[in-house]
């Protein structure tokens, strides 16, 4: 069980920003929310992850509501390259991350 | 920094045969390393915890004599796919984990049982 929940799909224009949400209103207290994406026939690539602030680093942001309970990653400026299937996942203390199905992203020229 | 390798990234073997993965850290050590497997079109799936110096903890429904894992040191941790069978043909990919419990996944390694 994944425990997360996210659109199958979603597209973008090439240099718009893509907003990417995710839910997981079960979420406990001591989860991280930990996103990864997955270019085809290759490992997944670390992008980011927070527990309750908002946090930014050179690939992508992530907000995350107060609540807790849904998070949205952003891609400032998406190019071909961000093509890719997109995972959000809950880090538990076991430190386990469980793969739900995903958000394929399709960058449009 | 937190790169991970696999080798090989490509094998093909004949039904029957064992077939070795070996994950690497390349810098930094990992107490923890991960492996996953992935069926065409579908999404990861864990099958196991590795952690250094100790026995491997499985998930459920892997067997773990067909599916041995070696941690031996910080830096490497191998999957050997015993008696191997076309079934068992997948993507294997693993992942280790950093100081702050990030994992970072390798390549992966193609498997193709004939």
């Known amino acids: 069980d994944a425990k997360t929940t996210q659109p199958t799909s979603m597209d973008c224009a090439e240099g718009r920003a893509a907003n990417l949400p995710c839910n997981h209103s079960?979420?406990?207290?001591?989860?991280?929310v930990y996103w990864y994406r997955q270019i085809h026939s290759q490992g997944p690539q670390y992008i980011i992850h927070?527990?309750?602030n908002n946090e930014t680093n050179e690939m992508a942001s992530l907000i995350i509501t107060e609540d807790r309970k849904s998070s949205t990653l952003i891609l400032p400026h998406a190019t071909l390259r961000d093509t890719a299937v997109y995972y959000c996942?809950?880090?538990?203390?076991?430190?386990?991350?469980?793969f739900g199905s995903g958000t394929r992203l399709l960058v449009r020229p | 920094g937190a790169v991970v390798s696999q080798h090989p990234s490509r094998v093909i073997c004949k039904s029957g045969t064992s077939v070795k993965i070996e994950c690497r850290s390349l810098?930094?050590?990992?107490?923890?390393m991960f492996w996953y497997r992935q069926f065409p079109k579908q999404s990861l799936m864990l099958m196991a915890t590795?952690?250094?110096?100790?026995?491997?903890?499985?998930e459920q429904g892997v067997e773990k004599d067909k599916f041995l894992i070696n941690h031996a040191s910080l830096t490497l941790s191998t999957l050997t796919v015993t008696s191997a069978h076309p079934e068992d043909s997948s993507f294997y990919i693993c992942?280790?984990?950093?100081?702050?419990?990030?994992?970072?996944f390798g390549p992966g390694t193609r498997l193709t049982v004939l």
């Open positions: 992942s280790a984990s950093e100081s702050d419990n990030t994992q970072y």
């Open positions: 079960t979420i406990s207290g001591n989860e991280y």
């Open positions: 927070g527990l309750k």
């Open positions: 996942i809950r880090g538990d203390s076991s430190y386990k991350l469980i």
């Open positions: 810098d930094f050590q990992a107490t923890t």
């Open positions: 590795s952690n250094e110096g100790s026995k491997a903890t499985y």
